[in-house]
């Protein structure tokens, strides 16, 4: 089958296809972020990549979440061993992705170019990688967060073998990264750590003194000024001032108690060194490898694997610090403000993630109902079906736009960290985009599972496996409310709000469609109204803001994603005289902001079986067809 419309009952299942070719909502929002140029090159890839994760890498993500990884912390003499082993099939996976570049492409010009491609790039391609194996990003995107923040924050390039290790192409030179956040007794307050860093070989005094010199503080350890430790942004930033430090190998003590990707060799940690002030702003960053450069263990202790709902195939564990050596990364005491950096990406992974997996269920579904037969007819052709597949369709292009937005900020923030905009931009979408995208895949999930019936609630059946592992996304880096604190701090410190203001009106702008008028009047109407939301947030006490900021959040990627979805039509209808994104639009909006008489029942219209093949099978609309709808 060469395209759309697509005939889904000729597949089986959702697997042994090309993810990529599959979805060409998902072509058309990387064509749309991606610097022309950029995609230009990287489109044959993603088509080839597509299918590597649509047939081999499916296939074994099956057999890995049958056989999870094992942890040994000790050899039969008791000595340390800290060894985990994986099932044979995860290291073929692996392999297939780092060698077609999901994260040297980033970072190293890939064969055919001269420079390297954006993180755009290697987002797009987690996105086509969660359609198989979620675990299997999370360990790559830490790998790429760790590299991150070695690129931007180790001043001096201190740790460039580790760094070449974590970008490299090659397999066997890959080495993975982590990052050991979470304390039991802290969770989501990070401050509360209790780990402590002690200086090799430099005497207490010296350190405090180094502390001192670096940070600006006095000995009550308060900050010279309120951009202490900010950098450009206030987000680690890239500025790199002299180094007063004596040593960078320091000695941890401490737990942490939820490690992903347990043995990784780039491993980064938060510890507090003598003398350093409570809470974040005390804490450094440090470099934590599995393995000494003398190639002995590091003295750390794997406790044990946690016995996890899901995202078996990548190990998740509690580790013990004692004495264990660690290689402070840039300044001391700004290791929270440099550990923003990985955090952002994992949420901007978390966000692309969440949209691989609602069009991995939704495949599954559309396959399904397409196969299935009940009453005598397959189980597709009854309007209450059809109208659940629409809905779900248009759950998937809506968290794809505004998940594929947030990408392309942060992205341009990190191709350039004096952007302002893109920094603002980046503060704002990247928790929005996080929350409601995470939580629209678990939803979406509990569905698809219904809609296989029986079979859903089966291990053997892909929808249970994928149900497992998305209930992790909206807890991993964030909570629902922890990122819409996070939401209230970007606007209140870097106004992230005044860079959104015109983003939506230069989208609305370009809007002119006579066939979009009307919900471009209705979405001009709610931005209105999510400005007189802002500032009445921004008037109110801090208790009152903390009480709405859920409710802000989720209104905010409501407007934009309407905005990026009339954005996207209006395009389609000029260049391709195609109403078949017009339909989305209008689908979405008038779910998410039209208060109809009864429910919208008694006005005879039934758009989701109208357009059923037009939103489900990707087939085009003719606008003069979408004109003489009742609402057109």
Not at 230 to 251: C, K, S, W
Request: net charge negative.
């Amino acid at each position: 089958m060469d395209g759309p419309p697509f005939e889904y009952g000729e597949y089986e299942e959702g697997k042994d296809v090309n993810y990529w070719r599959l979805n060409p909502a998902l072509q058309a929002a990387a064509g749309r972020v991606y610097p022309d140029e950029e995609f230009e090159w990287a489109a044959e890839r993603l088509e080839e990549f597509g299918g590597v994760v649509g047939h081999t890498i499916a296939d074994n993500a099956d057999l890995i979440d049958e056989h999870g990884p094992e942890l040994r912390t000790y050899d039969r003499h008791g000595d340390l061993l800290n060894e985990v082993r994986y099932y044979p099939k995860q290291f073929e996976n692996e392999e297939l992705i780092y060698e077609r570049g999901i994260l040297a492409d980033a970072f190293e010009p890939p064969p055919g170019r001269e420079e390297p491609l954006g993180l755009v790039h290697t987002l797009t391609m987690q996105l086509l990688l969660s359609y198989a194996d979620t675990g299997l990003v999370c360990s790559q995107s830490m790998t790429v967060g760790a590299a991150l923040v070695l690129r931007n924050h180790d001043h001096g390039n201190h740790y460039e073998e580790y760094f070449e290790g974590l970008t490299a192409r090659e397999y066997d030179d890959v080495i993975e990264g982590g990052m050991f956040l979470t304390e039991e007794q802290g969770g989501s307050d990070v401050g509360a750590a209790e780990t402590t860093a002690e200086p090799v070989g430099v005497p207490r005094e010296a350190t405090s003194s180094a502390t001192e010199e670096a940070t600006g503080r006095d000995d009550e350890g308060t900050a010279a000024t309120d951009e202490e430790g900010r950098g450009v942004h206030g987000d680690g930033g890239v500025i790199a001032p002299e180094d007063p430090i004596e040593t960078r190998t320091y000695e941890l003590t401490g737990e942490k108690w939820f490690c992903s990707n347990i043995d990784a060799q780039g491993t980064l940690a938060l510890g507090r060194r003598p003398g350093a002030p409570e809470g974040t702003k005390g804490l450094s960053l440090f470099l934590v490898p599995h393995e000494l450069p003398s190639g002995e263990l590091n003295p750390q202790i794997y406790r044990r694997l946690k016995d996890k709902l899901g995202t078996e195939s990548v190990p998740t564990g509690e580790v013990e610090f004692d004495g264990t050596t660690g290689y402070l990364v840039g300044e001391p005491e700004r290791g929270f403000k440099y550990m923003t950096t990985m955090l952002n990406w994992e949420r901007v992974t978390n966000s692309v993630g969440a949209v691989g997996i609602i069009g991995r269920l939704l495949l599954e579904s559309k396959i399904h109902a397409a196969n299935r037969e009940a009453f005598g007819q397959p189980i597709g052709e009854f309007p209450l079906l059809q109208r659940d597949l629409v809905e779900m369709a248009v759950t998937h292009e809506a968290t794809l736009s505004f998940a594929m937005e947030a990408a392309r900020w942060f992205d341009r923030y990190e191709r350039d960290h004096g952007d302002d905009r893109a920094f603002r931009l980046m503060r704002l979408l990247v928790p929005v985009s996080k929350h409601v995208t995470t939580r629209a895949a678990v939803d979406t999930a509990s569905y698809a599972m219904e809609i296989q019936g029986g079979n859903g609630y089966v291990r053997e059946f892909v929808t249970h496996r994928l149900y497992r592992d998305v209930q992790a996304l909206p807890i991993w880096e964030g909570t629902a409310n922890i990122l819409s604190l996070d939401v209230l701090r970007a606007m209140e410190t870097e106004r992230a709000h005044e860079a959104l203001i015109p983003l939506v009106e230069g989208y609305l702008d370009d809007v002119e469609h006579p066939l979009l008028e009307e919900q471009a009047t209705t979405v001009r109407e709610e931005f209105r109204a999510l400005q007189e939301a802002l500032v009445a947030l921004g008037s109110g006490d801090g208790d009152y803001a903390q009480h709405e900021a859920k409710e802000v959040t989720e209104y905010i990627y409501d407007v934009l994603t309407a905005v990026l979805l009339l954005s996207r039509a209006q395009r389609s209808l000029a260049e391709d005289s195609d109403a078949r994104e017009a339909v989305v639009a209008r689908l979405f909006i008038e779910e998410t902001f039209s208060d109809r008489d009864a429910r919208g029942v008694t006005t005879g219209e039934a758009l989701p079986m109208e357009y059923f093949d037009a939103v489900v099978r990707y087939d085009e609309v003719d606008p003069n067809r979408l004109a003489e709808s009742p609402s057109g």
